[in-house]
């Protein structure tokens, strides 16, 4: 089966950085998204990761390890704002179109 | 503008009801796909669609139904046979298949409810 592991909630301080894990086992493999959700809205895409490299975009980075099944996003000088759900998900499962979302992480910036 | 148009916002349903969850994209995206959300969880696939007139079950597929008649719209039923449909719905798409651009689009989401 597929399985995608993020921890369920994480807390951090306004200013902090924020590293959320991300492991999959999956049948296939293309590449690992990264979608900020905010409560009852859509997610918006953050982050698409295919290769072993760290990918900067503003305050927020991402990497990936295929060869350990392992991805994280960093979170830098969290704000308020940053205080939302954050989804992993794999694309290429099954050598489909579909993507497998793992449960997501709920982040709290506090003051 | 361009973009996956849900409607509606907010939906009630009655014990034994059909209801159709609407799901419009001017993108021009051939793939389309029903996502379920429940509280707290991520995103679980009911359907998906990668060219017109086929479908396909994901991984919660029982107690609804889909179509695709056309490119633009991916419409989903929760049919009376779905037990427990109180969920926030999302429809997204893919534009042509590309490595490099496999991001969905949402739409914005139905939130269904049961009365």
């Known amino acids: 089966g597929q399985n995608i592991d993020q921890p369920t909630e994480m807390t951090a301080t306004e200013g902090a950085i924020v590293q959320i894990n991300c492991t999959y086992q999956?049948?296939?493999?293309?590449?690992l998204f990264w979608y900020q959700q905010h409560a009852g809205e859509a997610p918006t895409f953050l982050s698409y990761?295919?290769?072993?490299v760290l990918e900067e975009k503003g305050r927020f980075s991402s990497f990936l390890s295929r060869s350990k099944g392992y991805s994280y996003l960093l979170l830098k000088e969290l704000q308020m704002k940053d205080s939302a759900s954050y989804l992993c998900?794999?694309?290429?499962?099954?050598?489909?179109?579909?993507?497998?979302f793992g449960s997501g992480t709920r982040l709290l910036v506090r003051p | 503008d361009g973009g996956i148009t849900q409607s509606p916002k907010y939906l009630f349903r009655k014990e034994g009801q059909n209801v159709t969850l609407s799901c419009e994209q001017n993108?021009?995206?051939?793939?389309m796909y029903w996502y379920r959300q429940d509280p707290g969880q991520g995103l679980r696939l009911i359907y998906y669609?990668?060219?017109?007139?086929?479908?396909q079950k994901g991984d919660i597929a029982e107690g609804y139904s889909v179509s695709r008649e056309k490119k633009e719209s991916f419409p989903l039923t929760v049919t009376s046979a779905q037990k427990n449909p109180t969920a926030f719905y999302l429809c997204?798409?893919?534009?042509?298949?590309?490595?490099?651009?496999?991001?969905?689009?949402f739409g914005s989401g139905t939130q269904l409810s049961v009365l």
């Open positions: 999956t049948s296939g493999f293309n590449g």
């Open positions: 993108l021009n995206h051939d793939a």
């Open positions: 998900a794999v694309s290429g499962v099954d050598s489909s179109y579909k993507l497998i």
């Open positions: 990761n295919v290769l072993d």
């Open positions: 997204a798409s893919t534009p042509p298949r590309d490595r490099t651009n496999e991001k969905l689009f």
């Open positions: 669609s990668q060219i017109v007139n086929d479908f």
